[in-house]
């Protein structure tokens, strides 16, 4: 069983937007063991659409069309699966009633064009949408003599998301044959993409029934890996055969093997082991503090602490002596050092991390180069100190900057 | 004239890998003016890719196909588009003489199936790769008695990006008729989606050659303007225009017309000003300062500040007196005036930034419900506070947040 996913509309054809649902499609898609072979985007031209949507039905099982099932003159799904498809349009007396009834409760007169919201291709079922004014539509037919499943979507996130999950898995799974996956994430901290594939590679292609995909993610390499099996046990066992096989490779460069970000994995650490943590950071800008703060309740263990971009906070706010800014440069051992340890006793907490780099583009020097940069840790006994030197733009070197220190934190509570 | 662009690779079909060079690509084309009428991905089986590759050219004027240029068995672009042209494929001497001195150089010795990558389409015009060891091509043929345009780019963005700005801009303005193309980009601070598009809508619709995009991004609105006409003077004429009524609607929202970023602007507002700029936020948890410092350069005018997470940072960075805290809660109107002033007069700088608020999803209350947020800016003279209930997600919540107070600066320093 394969698929083929169309996004629709003359929006995603612009330099400026992008279909990302397919993303999410793809994933309760391969849940049910069905691979989404093709994606296309196209417009709002009616024969364009027609002609994309034939050639779909042509080569997949599943067709999942996204977008156009709007009131306006631009929304042409339904007629054009219809169309492609040799099959009628019928208008819904249900769906009309609900429209009214929709826009009456919103006291707003229904404009007409809204009611070719309510055709329905005939044999299809309807999908409700409580998030929005055009329903979805699920459909099992014939084409060139070969049985299809079309299914029509709206094209917002908010709405195809639930849509997807509550009214067509469902379906799906009692229409597909039977399937077992499993899946499995591990993340690993700070190592560069070519080596972690020249690491991982022996290892995954030995298990070639296993779905192996690399990902390079601002600092971190995620290793998704995903296995078939008649039940999901098995399929899980495998999975997690080669996880524990890829965990001995990249040992304690491992944070994580159920999903979780690198932020999440120091929060856990910092309440298992009942510390908190505050922050102070130069080059990352804030960076640091808002990935930990991205994280719901993080405030059970962050406390805060100080954006030390001028030389002057890194000693009004985090007590560094000027002294020793003067002597060794604000981008230094000791200055890194005397950060996370000045923060963490003015914050008054556990754990206290300092960072100062050059994140460029200008400031370099010879001595000092733009990527140069001190990340140090302290939890009053001693302070661990990591002095790197990153590739790539600016937003690049924060970006592992940036993991670099959260890492530290989590080695040092591990 | 119109294109597709056909992105090959198994794993742009999985759930966590998508095209973004062909937004990059779309930008290029339509500066030409050429639209992109299609997107296709498909995987690197063969009979999928050829098949792929003829519907393309069965609906494009030029097809731009990226990926799969490679040395594994994987890579069969080259292949595949021979095959659908019905043109032979010519091993080039240059190429394989410069693969091998590629190699020679690295002192490894070149496996034989690098020399697949030396394969050229007949009458193809090779593009040289500087970053890669892929040459892309470059091909007018025919195809169902139309010529075609026909492109093969390596995948990834730092090889394809200068390569199309290098090597086939300037080819396809010699073969395109000449065109005149110009844009505009109006960023538009804090109204929602749907106001925006209410408010311009009346106002763009009215020139219908002038191809308008709206888009909503982190509390901005993005209008994206683009017209043509027979000489550049002339559509600019046109979108300066329309540009200019658009902002008489929009008044004081507008912050940019040339595409700078919210930050940007603020970095030149403060610059012009002679003045600079010191944060205290809370709920926004670092995201102002690194918004501010993603900029470069910025530390000729971000001092820095403090992430006052918790209530005693609050005191003890920010200089907020804990009796007001009390008094009136950490999330509130008095708290985000004191820590205006209070960061201001710690890092000694013109301007001051307070934020605080409840970011969710735990921690709202009736009177204070999950959203609520209040941003203050002080000068030494007034501290202005805006009090705003945003919708949406703890992310959400936070990105507007910070759009507020980076445009309550833009506004004091107008």
Not at 23 to 47: P, S, Y
Not at 48 to 68: C, P, Q
Not at 196 to 225: M, Q, V
Not at 385 to 394: K, N, S
């Amino acid at each position: 069983m394969n698929a083929e996913i169309v996004a629709i509309g003359s929006e995603l054809l612009t330099a400026f937007k992008q279909d990302t649902n397919s993303l999410f499609l793809t994933a309760k898609l391969n849940e049910l063991g069905v691979n989404v072979d093709f994606k296309t985007v196209v417009g709002d031209r009616r024969t364009d659409l027609v002609s994309a949507i034939r050639i779909a039905l042509s080569r997949a099982d599943i067709v999942v069309l996204m977008g156009g099932l709007g009131p306006t003159e631009d929304d042409l799904t339904r007629e054009a699966t219809a169309d492609a498809l040799g099959l009628e349009l019928k208008r819904d007396p249900e769906i009309s009633a609900w429209l009214y009834a929709r826009f009456a409760s919103r006291r707003i007169k229904m404009a007409e064009n809204n009611l070719k919201q309510a055709d329905v291709i005939a044999g299809a079922e309807v999908l409700k949408n409580p998030r929005g004014s055009a329903p979805g539509q699920f459909l099992q037919t014939e084409f060139q003599g070969k049985l299809k499943i079309v299914i029509l979507l709206p094209g917002p996130p908010r709405e195809i998301h639930p849509m997807f999950e509550e009214q067509c898995m469902e379906r799906l799974r009692k229409i597909l044959p039977e399937r077992h996956i499993a899946t499995r994430v591990l993340k690993i901290a700070l190592i560069p993409e070519s080596e972690a594939d020249r690491r991982a590679a022996p290892i995954y292609t030995k298990w070639p029934d296993i779905e192996t995909t690399i990902l390079a993610h601002r600092g971190e390499i995620h290793l998704h890996l995903r296995a078939q099996a008649h039940t999901l046990a098995k399929a899980q066992e495998k999975v997690d055969a080669l996880t524990s096989q890829l965990e001995d490779e990249f040992d304690d460069t491992v944070f994580s093997t159920r999903g979780e970000t690198l932020e999440q994995i120091v929060g856990y650490y910092l309440q298992m082991r009942n510390a908190n943590l505050s922050v102070a950071e130069s080059c990352t800008g804030g960076m640091i503090s808002q990935r930990i703060t991205s994280v719901p309740g993080s405030s059970r263990y962050f406390v805060g602490g100080a954006v030390v971009y001028d030389n002057s906070l890194k000693s009004g706010l985090a007590d560094v002596s000027p002294i020793l800014i003067q002597q060794h440069g604000a981008v230094s051992r000791e200055v890194a050092t005397a950060l996370a340890e000045g923060i963490r006793k003015r914050c008054n907490t556990s754990l206290g991390i300092g960072v100062t780099g050059i994140a460029g583009p200008g400031g370099g020097t010879e001595e000092k180069p733009v990527g140069l940069v001190f990340h140090a840790v302290a939890d009053g006994n001693s302070t661990d100190v990591i002095e790197r030197r990153f590739p790539g733009d600016r937003d690049l070197i924060r970006q592992w900057a940036t993991a670099q220190a959260l890492d530290m934190v989590r080695r040092k509570l591990r």
